[in-house]
C-alpha cells in the first residue's frame, strides 16, 4: 500500500562564485562550478576547520594561471615550510 503525501524539501537553486559573487548557472541550465575544499586534522596550525568555495569557470581558471604565474614562489614556500627529503646521489 503507497500512502502519499507532500513534502517539503530544501533543494540548492543557485550557487555563486565565492570570488565574483556571480551564479554559476549556464545559458544551457544546470549549474556549472569547481568546488575548493580543505580540511585541517590533528598537527595543522587550524585543525578542525573546514572550508569550501565554489568558483564560477572563469574565475577557476583565473585562479589556476596565478597559481601557474606564481609558480616559482610557491616552491620557495613550500621548500621553506616543508622540508623535502634531500636525494644525495654518490
Ligand atoms: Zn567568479
Not at 14 to 33: H, N
Not at 62 to 70: H, S, V
Amino acid at each position: 500500500m503507497k500512502i502519499t503525501g507532500r513534502v517539503e524539501t530544501e533543494v540548492v537553486t543557485d550557487v555563486k562564485c565565492d570570488i565574483c559573487r556571480l551564479s554559476t548557472r549556464v545559458d544551457v541550465g544546470g549549474l556549472q562550478f569547481a568546488t575548493l575544499n580543505a580540511k585541517w586534522g590533528f598537527g595543522t596550525k587550524h585543525d578542525g576547520e573546514r572550508y569550501e568555495f565554489h568558483l564560477c569557470e572563469g574565475c577557476f581558471f583565473g585562479t589556476i594561471a596565478y597559481f601557474r604565474q606564481d609558480g616559482e614562489y610557491m616552491m620557495y614556500w613550500m621548500k621553506a615550510t616543508k622540508p623535502l627529503p634531500l636525494m644525495i646521489l654518490a
